[in-house]
């Protein structure tokens, strides 16, 4: 397990919440917009930390952090993430976990055991796209069993949504309401073009504003998701 990436305190990536954001190199998927494409390939000119460092800070600093988000790439690759994410909960620090939700059966595992405090599931676009979005081929009912299990409740939750035209239109969008049907938290999120993975998506430009607003007017349109709102708009 490689920890590549480490930020002391952030406001944006737990709402409500100060955290420590900790990213996991790897990742099972080849998004062409990934933002974290270096994180993902474990670029050597990345630093490496060492875990009992960042505990160290997270035991100097409990006073104002309340909790530790895990990030990636994708956590969920690594088979030492159970215990990765019990040193933080037995030092007595929220946890979140960002995720693509491919690994269903650890997730469960995570929940069942009571390691997780919060679940941000990406939910790339409509599944008949999916392939396109995550740059391969990949057995989507997996993607459907985690989330029928955070719309179980178990866990407090959100799923969110990068808004990469092209890859995700009103079309997708509505698509995607249809299958999260029933969630408690929606996000649609702005895509940052500059730092994306393929050339191809530093070139597109992302929604405007007045472009995803109508979007959002559209899928609020009736009461199948309890919350949608945007992020970085």
Not at 40 to 68: C, S, T
Request: some cysteine; charged content about 30%; proline content about 2%.
């Amino acid at each position: 397990m490689e920890i590549l990436g480490f930020i002391e305190n952030s406001l944006i990536d737990w709402d409500g919440k100060i955290s420590a954001v900790i990213f996991l190199g790897g990742c099972n998927f080849k998004c062409p917009y990934c933002q974290n494409y270096l994180i993902v390939k474990r670029d050597k000119a990345l630093r490496r930390y060492q875990l009992l460092d960042l505990l160290e800070y997270l035991k100097n600093n409990r006073k104002f952090i309340d909790g530790v988000v895990i990030s990636g790439g994708e956590p969920l690759i690594y088979p030492g993430i159970f215990d990765f994410i019990r040193t933080f909960k037995e030092e007595g620090f929220l946890v979140k976990l960002d995720t693509n939700g491919y690994f269903y059966f650890n997730l469960l595992s995570l929940i069942k055991e009571n390691l997780l405090d919060y679940v941000a599931m990406d939910i790339k676009t409509s599944f008949k796209k999916y392939h396109k979005a995550v740059g391969r081929k990949i057995e989507i009912s997996l993607i459907k069993d985690s989330i029928e299990l955070l719309k179980e409740g178990r866990v407090d939750y959100e799923f969110r949504t990068t808004l990469v035209p092209k890859l995700v239109t009103k079309e997708d969008l509505l698509s995607i309401k249809e299958e999260i049907s029933g969630a408690k938290r929606w996000v649609l999120q702005k895509f940052v073009n500059q730092n994306a993975k393929s050339k191809i998506y530093q070139r597109i430009e992302p929604y405007s504003k007045e472009e995803v607003e109508r979007f959002l007017s559209l899928l609020k349109s009736d009461n199948k998701i309890k919350e949608i709102y945007l992020r970085g708009y």
